[in-house]
């Protein structure tokens, strides 16, 4: 019942919206889910796209609510959204049935940050030598100095770096660009790679040309920075999971408790809106109670 409309829908996210392969790819997954359930739940009732309703859509989320986080209901019930506002855009329905569903309530969630110590120790945990430790190195130490997803640096290319001006240029979401800047650690790191990299893999200096690549010489994808990440944190001992986002949220939470503005940390992450920092930037209540003490004028008094 949908698929004559994806296609165009597709369109519309590639052209319109500037949306990622990655994006478009779990819109349509969303919707090809979605006409499934409609085959199996309603196909006696509902025969055209017009006919679909809030409570088809309710039962949909229903089903979700089984088996998926509400992180992904969420997600679910967002594509919906857009794609019948898209349909309604071109005159195909006449109103949204998905604007009145409401959305599962998320909660705080709050990604698994290192302390300083902790993170120093795991930049210390690469070895140095050949040039695939060098590529590590430079990956954790360019993820920790600029606080960028690992999407954007698995994506930067040759020409994206001008390390001698302490920059980088960063692809985020909805393929839009922002100017990052480096600290010196990266920058090191970054050159002893780059010096390392050039005799083992022939590629161009400038141009799209990635960054960071395999052994083949091919572009790293984000699974596989994840699963190399992994390996070095096992090796320093660290009992909890850590991710790629997690140096991320460890860039924002050291930049806050430095005493960094939150609006700068909004604009160096990529948000849109501050309210998505944050979320993603928290002082913890050592720290509190630390400022509290020193800052109170009932507090300094003696107890």
Do not use: W
């Not at 309703?53 to 594509?79: P, V």
């Not at 690992?150 to 994506?155: A, F, I, Q, R």
Request: proline content about 4%; glycine content about 6%; some cysteine.
């Amino acid at each position: 019942m949908l698929e004559p409309y994806l296609k165009q829908f597709e369109q519309y996210l590639r052209i319109e919206k500037n949306a990622s392969d990655h994006t478009c790819r779990n819109y349509l997954s969303d919707l090809r889910e979605f006409n499934n359930f409609i085959a199996e739940k309603a196909a006696a009732s509902v025969s055209r796209v017009e006919q679909i309703n809030n409570l088809i859509i309710r039962g949909f989320m229903g089903r979700l609510a089984k088996g998926n986080k509400k992180s992904s209901q969420a997600r679910k019930l967002s594509t919906l959204r857009t794609f019948f506002k898209f349909l309604l855009r071109e005159n195909i329905i006449t109103q949204n049935p998905a604007s009145s569903v409401r959305t599962p309530k998320l909660g705080r969630y709050l990604p698994q940050h290192l302390t300083v110590d902790e993170m120093f120790a795991l930049l210390d945990s690469v070895p140095a030598g050949d040039p695939a430790h060098a590529r590590d190195r430079a990956m954790f130490e360019v993820l920790y100095s600029t606080g960028i997803r690992v999407n954007e640096l698995v994506g930067l290319n040759r020409d994206d770096l001008e390390l001698n001006l302490g920059i980088i240029k960063v692809r985020g979401k909805g393929r839009k660009e922002r100017i990052v800047p480096i600290g010196k650690k990266a920058i090191e790191a970054l050159n002893n790679y780059l010096q390392k990299i050039a005799p083992v893999i022939s590629v161009e200096p400038r141009g799209t040309s990635p960054v960071f690549v395999n052994r083949r010489g091919g572009r790293l994808t984000a699974r596989s920075v994840a699963r190399i990440l992994n390996k070095y944190v096992e090796r320093c001992g660290l009992q909890r999971t850590i991710s790629p986002h997690s140096l991320r949220h460890s860039f924002a939470t050291h930049m806050l408790n430095a005493g960094a503005d939150l609006r700068a940390i909004q604009e160096l992450l990529g948000h849109a809106n501050l309210s998505t920092t944050q979320r993603y930037t928290h002082l913890n209540i050592d720290k509190l109670m630390e400022v509290y003490d020193r800052a109170h004028p009932r507090s300094r008094e003696k107890r």
